[in-house]
Protein backbone atom coordinates (compact mmCIF):
# COMPACT_ATOMS: atom_id res chain seq x y z
CA UNK A 1 0.00 0.00 0.00
CA UNK A 2 1.22 3.30 -0.37
CA UNK A 3 1.56 6.11 2.05
CA UNK A 4 1.63 9.49 0.51
CA UNK A 5 -0.37 11.59 3.73
CA UNK A 6 1.53 10.77 7.03
CA UNK A 7 1.82 13.00 10.27
CA UNK A 8 5.04 12.91 12.22
CA UNK A 9 6.75 14.44 15.16
CA UNK A 10 10.22 15.07 14.39
CA UNK A 11 13.22 16.39 17.23
CA UNK A 12 16.56 17.86 16.46
CA UNK A 13 19.11 17.00 19.46
CA UNK A 14 19.96 18.92 22.31
CA UNK A 15 23.31 20.60 22.71
CA UNK A 16 25.52 19.06 25.15
CA UNK A 17 26.56 20.97 28.38
CA UNK A 18 29.87 22.70 29.28
CA UNK A 19 32.49 21.25 31.54
CA UNK A 20 33.93 22.59 34.78
CA UNK A 21 37.38 21.49 35.10
CA UNK A 22 40.73 22.65 35.43
CA UNK A 23 44.28 21.99 33.63
CA UNK A 24 45.68 19.02 35.47
CA UNK A 25 49.27 19.39 33.84
CA UNK A 26 52.03 20.73 36.40
CA UNK A 27 52.25 24.05 35.72
CA UNK A 28 49.38 24.82 33.71
CA UNK A 29 46.69 25.70 35.99
CA UNK A 30 43.78 27.46 35.02
CA UNK A 31 40.31 26.24 33.63
CA UNK A 32 40.07 23.31 31.16
CA UNK A 33 36.37 22.49 30.18
CA UNK A 34 35.18 22.14 27.23
CA UNK A 35 32.29 22.72 25.19
CA UNK A 36 29.52 20.29 24.92
CA UNK A 37 28.48 19.07 20.85
CA UNK A 38 26.02 20.45 18.33
CA UNK A 39 22.86 18.71 18.46
CA UNK A 40 21.60 16.75 15.14
CA UNK A 41 19.76 18.08 12.95
CA UNK A 42 16.81 16.57 11.14
CA UNK A 43 16.59 17.25 7.18
CA UNK A 44 14.64 15.73 4.68
CA UNK A 45 16.02 14.89 1.39
CA UNK A 46 14.03 13.93 -1.61
CA UNK A 47 14.33 10.99 -3.65
CA UNK A 48 12.71 9.10 -6.56
CA UNK A 49 11.08 5.71 -4.61
CA UNK A 50 7.39 6.68 -4.60
CA UNK A 51 6.72 4.44 -1.23
CA UNK A 52 9.15 5.72 0.93
CA UNK A 53 7.05 7.67 3.14
CA UNK A 54 5.49 3.98 4.03
CA UNK A 55 8.92 4.20 6.74
CA UNK A 56 6.32 6.44 9.00
CA UNK A 57 2.97 4.29 8.41
CA UNK A 58 3.90 3.00 12.32
CA UNK A 59 6.88 5.29 13.47
CA UNK A 60 5.85 8.40 13.78
CA UNK A 61 8.15 10.19 16.32
CA UNK A 62 11.51 10.26 15.12
CA UNK A 63 14.67 12.05 16.95
CA UNK A 64 18.29 13.37 15.97
CA UNK A 65 21.54 12.91 18.36
CA UNK A 66 21.48 14.61 20.80
CA UNK A 67 25.58 16.54 21.36
CA UNK A 68 27.88 14.94 24.04
CA UNK A 69 28.84 17.34 27.15
CA UNK A 70 32.03 18.49 27.29
CA UNK A 71 35.13 17.19 28.72
CA UNK A 72 37.43 17.96 30.97
CA UNK A 73 41.87 18.77 29.25
CA UNK A 74 39.76 20.98 26.80
CA UNK A 75 38.06 18.39 25.22
CA UNK A 76 34.98 19.57 23.60
CA UNK A 77 31.86 16.64 23.57
CA UNK A 78 31.35 15.30 19.96
CA UNK A 79 28.00 16.56 18.38
CA UNK A 80 24.90 14.76 17.44
CA UNK A 81 24.87 12.84 14.07
CA UNK A 82 21.87 14.26 11.81
CA UNK A 83 18.90 12.69 11.42
CA UNK A 84 18.07 12.31 7.59
CA UNK A 85 14.33 11.62 6.38
CA UNK A 86 14.30 9.53 2.87
CA UNK A 87 10.67 11.39 1.35
CA UNK A 88 9.88 10.99 -2.64
CA UNK A 89 9.99 14.31 -4.65
CA UNK A 90 7.30 15.81 -5.14
CA UNK A 91 6.18 15.77 -0.74
CA UNK A 92 4.57 19.06 0.29
CA UNK A 93 6.14 18.91 4.00
CA UNK A 94 3.72 21.16 6.24
CA UNK A 95 4.93 22.56 9.32
CA UNK A 96 2.16 22.09 11.61
CA UNK A 97 3.89 23.94 14.56
CA UNK A 98 4.88 27.06 12.86
CA UNK A 99 2.22 27.27 9.63
CA UNK A 100 5.10 26.88 7.12
CA UNK A 101 5.12 25.02 4.23
CA UNK A 102 7.68 23.48 1.99
CA UNK A 103 8.49 21.29 -0.38
CA UNK A 104 11.28 18.87 -2.16
CA UNK A 105 11.64 19.58 -6.18
CA UNK A 106 14.66 18.14 -6.72
CA UNK A 107 16.35 14.01 -6.18
CA UNK A 108 19.01 14.82 -3.33
CA UNK A 109 17.76 17.89 -2.21
CA UNK A 110 18.07 18.45 1.25
CA UNK A 111 15.30 20.64 3.57
CA UNK A 112 15.87 21.42 7.22
CA UNK A 113 13.20 20.09 9.27
CA UNK A 114 14.16 21.19 12.93
CA UNK A 115 17.47 22.42 13.73
CA UNK A 116 19.78 21.14 16.13
CA UNK A 117 20.55 22.81 19.76
CA UNK A 118 23.79 24.27 20.21
CA UNK A 119 26.34 23.12 22.62
CA UNK A 120 27.10 25.05 26.00
CA UNK A 121 30.18 26.34 26.58
CA UNK A 122 32.69 25.09 29.43
CA UNK A 123 34.19 27.14 31.92
CA UNK A 124 37.67 27.99 29.97
CA UNK A 125 35.79 30.50 27.75
CA UNK A 126 34.88 32.26 31.04
CA UNK A 127 38.21 32.78 31.85
CA UNK A 128 39.36 36.36 32.24
CA UNK A 129 42.14 38.26 33.81
CA UNK A 130 39.66 38.77 37.07
CA UNK A 131 38.14 35.21 36.87
CA UNK A 132 41.35 32.64 36.66
CA UNK A 133 39.43 30.18 38.07
CA UNK A 134 36.09 30.52 36.50
CA UNK A 135 33.12 28.01 37.14
CA UNK A 136 30.77 29.46 35.10
CA UNK A 137 29.37 26.93 32.08
CA UNK A 138 26.69 26.88 29.71
CA UNK A 139 24.07 24.36 29.47
CA UNK A 140 23.11 23.07 25.97
CA UNK A 141 20.29 24.63 24.30
CA UNK A 142 17.77 22.23 23.57
CA UNK A 143 16.47 21.46 20.07
CA UNK A 144 13.97 21.89 17.91
CA UNK A 145 10.34 19.99 18.30
CA UNK A 146 7.80 20.35 15.42
CA UNK A 147 5.17 18.33 13.81
CA UNK A 148 4.69 17.81 10.08
CA UNK A 149 2.48 16.51 7.43
CA UNK A 150 3.86 14.89 5.01
CA UNK A 151 2.05 14.78 1.62
CA UNK A 152 2.92 13.29 -1.81
CA UNK A 153 2.09 15.15 -4.68
CA UNK A 154 3.46 13.35 -8.10
CA UNK A 155 5.78 15.51 -10.11
CA UNK A 156 5.25 13.95 -13.50
CA UNK A 157 4.79 15.82 -17.15
CA UNK A 158 1.78 13.75 -18.92
CA UNK A 159 -1.25 12.01 -16.11
CA UNK A 160 -3.24 9.12 -17.65
CA UNK A 161 -6.39 10.15 -16.70
CA UNK A 162 -9.59 8.10 -17.15
CA UNK A 163 -12.46 5.83 -15.74
CA UNK A 164 -11.72 2.18 -14.03
CA UNK A 165 -10.54 -0.12 -16.95
CA UNK A 166 -9.69 2.30 -19.43
CA UNK A 167 -6.14 1.17 -20.35
CA UNK A 168 -3.99 3.89 -18.64
CA UNK A 169 -2.31 1.08 -16.85
CA UNK A 170 -1.37 -1.68 -20.14
CA UNK A 171 -0.83 1.93 -22.35
CA UNK A 172 1.38 3.22 -19.94
CA UNK A 173 3.55 -0.49 -19.50
CA UNK A 174 3.99 -0.59 -23.51
CA UNK A 175 5.41 3.26 -23.82
CA UNK A 176 7.26 3.49 -20.57
CA UNK A 177 8.06 -1.01 -19.98
CA UNK A 178 6.95 0.11 -16.01
CA UNK A 179 5.23 -2.94 -14.54
CA UNK A 180 2.40 -1.58 -13.69
CA UNK A 181 -0.80 -4.26 -12.91
CA UNK A 182 -3.10 -4.88 -15.44
CA UNK A 183 -6.18 -7.19 -15.38
CA UNK A 184 -9.78 -6.46 -16.68
CA UNK A 185 -11.43 -5.56 -14.29
CA UNK A 186 -12.34 -1.96 -12.43
CA UNK A 187 -9.64 -0.58 -10.20
CA UNK A 188 -6.62 -2.76 -10.91
CA UNK A 189 -4.44 0.23 -10.18
CA UNK A 190 -5.04 0.93 -6.63
CA UNK A 191 -2.06 3.65 -6.61
CA UNK A 192 0.10 5.85 -8.77
CA UNK A 193 2.37 4.42 -11.48
CA UNK A 194 5.50 6.26 -12.74
CA UNK A 195 6.99 5.64 -16.15
CA UNK A 196 9.56 7.16 -18.23
CA UNK A 197 9.52 7.95 -21.92
CA UNK A 198 13.26 9.70 -22.46
CA UNK A 199 12.85 12.59 -20.81
CA UNK A 200 9.44 12.60 -20.21
CA UNK A 201 7.89 11.63 -17.16
CA UNK A 202 4.24 9.53 -17.31
CA UNK A 203 1.75 8.80 -13.97
CA UNK A 204 -0.70 6.35 -14.26
CA UNK A 205 -3.59 7.88 -12.03
CA UNK A 206 -5.55 5.46 -10.83
CA UNK A 207 -9.23 5.57 -12.07
CA UNK A 208 -11.65 8.31 -10.69
CA UNK A 209 -15.20 7.75 -10.63
CA UNK A 210 -18.64 9.91 -10.82
CA UNK A 211 -17.62 12.45 -7.36
CA UNK A 212 -14.58 11.50 -6.96
CA UNK A 213 -14.08 15.33 -6.11
CA UNK A 214 -16.55 14.75 -2.76
CA UNK A 215 -14.32 11.65 -1.51
CA UNK A 216 -16.34 8.84 -3.16
CA UNK A 217 -14.26 5.45 -4.08
CA UNK A 218 -10.65 6.52 -3.82
CA UNK A 219 -11.85 10.18 -4.38
CA UNK A 220 -9.55 13.08 -3.62
CA UNK A 221 -6.58 10.49 -2.59
CA UNK A 222 -5.97 10.44 -6.34
CA UNK A 223 -7.05 13.84 -8.08
CA UNK A 224 -4.51 15.52 -6.07
CA UNK A 225 -1.58 13.76 -8.02
CA UNK A 226 -3.46 14.91 -11.20
CA UNK A 227 -2.57 18.72 -9.70
CA UNK A 228 1.46 18.57 -10.83
CA UNK A 229 0.75 16.82 -14.50
CA UNK A 230 1.55 19.38 -17.04
CA UNK A 231 -0.27 17.23 -19.22
CA UNK A 232 -3.13 15.22 -19.45
CA UNK A 233 -3.92 12.17 -21.55
CA UNK A 234 -7.22 11.34 -21.43
CA UNK A 235 -8.45 8.11 -22.41
CA UNK A 236 -12.02 6.51 -22.56
CA UNK A 237 -12.39 2.60 -23.85
CA UNK A 238 -14.04 1.84 -27.10
CA UNK A 239 -16.12 -0.51 -25.38
CA UNK A 240 -17.92 2.37 -23.63
CA UNK A 241 -21.49 2.60 -24.29
CA UNK A 242 -21.22 6.34 -24.33
CA UNK A 243 -18.09 8.34 -24.86
CA UNK A 244 -19.32 11.96 -24.28
CA UNK A 245 -20.68 10.47 -21.02
CA UNK A 246 -17.36 8.81 -19.52
CA UNK A 247 -15.70 11.92 -21.17
CA UNK A 248 -17.80 14.59 -19.14
CA UNK A 249 -17.30 12.42 -16.10
CA UNK A 250 -13.77 13.03 -15.93
CA UNK A 251 -13.92 16.55 -16.65
CA UNK A 252 -16.61 17.53 -13.72
CA UNK A 253 -14.56 15.63 -11.42
CA UNK A 254 -11.71 17.48 -12.36
CA UNK A 255 -13.13 20.69 -12.26
CA UNK A 256 -14.81 20.03 -9.25
CA UNK A 257 -11.63 19.50 -7.59
CA UNK A 258 -9.51 22.39 -9.29
CA UNK A 259 -10.62 24.25 -12.32
CA UNK A 260 -7.20 24.94 -13.37
CA UNK A 261 -6.91 21.12 -13.70
CA UNK A 262 -9.21 22.03 -16.98
CA UNK A 263 -6.88 24.58 -18.45
CA UNK A 264 -3.99 21.77 -18.54
CA UNK A 265 -3.52 20.80 -22.50
CA UNK A 266 -5.22 17.75 -23.06
CA UNK A 267 -5.02 14.61 -25.50
CA UNK A 268 -7.73 12.16 -26.20
CA UNK A 269 -7.36 8.85 -27.13
CA UNK A 270 -10.11 5.74 -27.15
CA UNK A 271 -7.99 2.61 -26.11
CA UNK A 272 -8.75 -0.84 -26.53
CA UNK A 273 -9.63 -0.35 -30.05
CA UNK A 274 -9.01 -4.13 -31.07
CA UNK A 275 -12.09 -4.83 -28.67
CA UNK A 276 -14.86 -3.38 -30.92
CA UNK A 277 -15.85 -4.24 -34.41
CA UNK A 278 -14.36 -1.94 -37.11
CA UNK A 279 -17.75 -0.39 -37.60
CA UNK A 280 -17.98 0.43 -33.96
CA UNK A 281 -14.50 2.03 -34.08
CA UNK A 282 -15.48 4.13 -36.61
CA UNK A 283 -18.37 5.47 -35.12
CA UNK A 284 -16.69 5.82 -31.44
CA UNK A 285 -13.80 7.61 -32.86
CA UNK A 286 -16.17 10.19 -35.03
CA UNK A 287 -17.81 11.04 -31.36
CA UNK A 288 -14.72 11.10 -29.56
CA UNK A 289 -13.38 13.76 -32.46
CA UNK A 290 -16.31 15.67 -31.91
CA UNK A 291 -14.84 16.26 -28.07
CA UNK A 292 -11.48 16.41 -29.51
CA UNK A 293 -10.25 16.60 -33.50
CA UNK A 294 -7.85 15.39 -32.76
CA UNK A 295 -8.46 12.02 -30.76
CA UNK A 296 -7.15 9.03 -31.88
CA UNK A 297 -7.70 5.30 -31.79
CA UNK A 298 -5.12 3.11 -29.69
CA UNK A 299 -4.39 -0.72 -28.95
CA UNK A 300 -1.30 -1.95 -27.43
CA UNK A 301 -1.88 -4.95 -29.79
CA UNK A 302 -1.17 -2.66 -32.79
CA UNK A 303 2.06 -1.29 -33.23
CA UNK A 304 0.64 1.35 -35.80
CA UNK A 305 -1.46 3.30 -33.01
CA UNK A 306 1.13 2.86 -30.33
CA UNK A 307 3.75 4.50 -33.04
CA UNK A 308 1.27 7.35 -33.29
CA UNK A 309 1.41 7.57 -29.03
CA UNK A 310 5.18 8.36 -29.68
CA UNK A 311 5.11 10.83 -32.12
CA UNK A 312 3.31 12.88 -29.99
CA UNK A 313 5.29 12.40 -26.87
CA UNK A 314 8.27 13.00 -29.28
CA UNK A 315 6.85 16.20 -30.66
CA UNK A 316 5.81 17.22 -26.78
CA UNK A 317 9.36 16.64 -26.12
CA UNK A 318 11.03 18.79 -29.25
CA UNK A 319 8.36 21.50 -27.96
CA UNK A 320 8.99 20.91 -24.53
CA UNK A 321 5.61 22.20 -24.56
CA UNK A 322 5.13 21.75 -20.28
CA UNK A 323 7.98 24.10 -19.66
Known sequence: MLIDDVRIKVAAGHGGRGAVAFNKNLMSLGPAGGSGGKGGSVFAEGISD????????????????????????????????????????????????NETEME?????ERLLLAKGGKGGKGNFHFRSSRNTSPREFQPGLPGEKFEFRLELKLI???????????????????????????????????????????????????????????????????????????????????ESASIPKD???????????????????????????????????????????KINKKAIAVSVYDDESIMAVKKILNEIKGKKIWA
Do not use: C
Open 50 to 97: LSALNQFRYKKELAAENGLDGRNQFKDGYDGKDLILSVPVGTVIRNLT
Open 104 to 108: TTKIG
Open 156 to 238: ADIGLVGLPNAGKSSLLNELTNAKSKVANYPFTTLEPNLGVYYEIIIADIPGLIEESSKGKGLGIKFLKHVERTKILFHLISA
Open 247 to 289: YKIIRKELGAYNKSLLKKPEYLFLTKSDEVTPVELKKKLAAAK
